[in-house]
C-alpha cells in the first residue's frame, strides 16, 4: 500500500495597500515553522518545489470573474 503525504500550512495573504503586491506566509502547525513570500509567485514556486508538481492557473469565465469581486 503506497504512503500517503499530507501537508498542512495556514496561509496568511496581505498587501500594504490596494496598489501594492500581495504577499504571504506559511505556517506550519505541527512546528510553528514560518515561511514568508514577497510575492504569490514565490509562494507558487515553494509548494510546487514541496509537492514536485505544476500548479497550472484554471480559465476563469468572465461571469464568475465578475461574480468573485463583488465578495
Not at 52 to 65: K, M, N, T, Y
Request: no cysteine.
Amino acid at each position: 500500500m503506497p504512503t500517503r503525504e499530507y501537508k498542512a500550512y495556514l496561509l496568511r495573504l496581505w498587501r500594504e495597500s490596494h496598489e501594492a503586491a500581495w504577499r504571504a506566509m506559511l505556517e506550519n502547525p505541527n512546528s510553528n515553522e514560518r515561511i514568508a513570500f514577497a510575492t504569490l509567485g514565490e509562494l507558487v514556486a515553494y509548494l510546487e518545489e514541496k509537492t514536485g508538481e505544476q500548479i497550472r492557473p484554471l480559465p476563469i469565465e468572465q461571469s464568475s470573474a465578475s461574480e468573485m469581486s463583488r465578495l
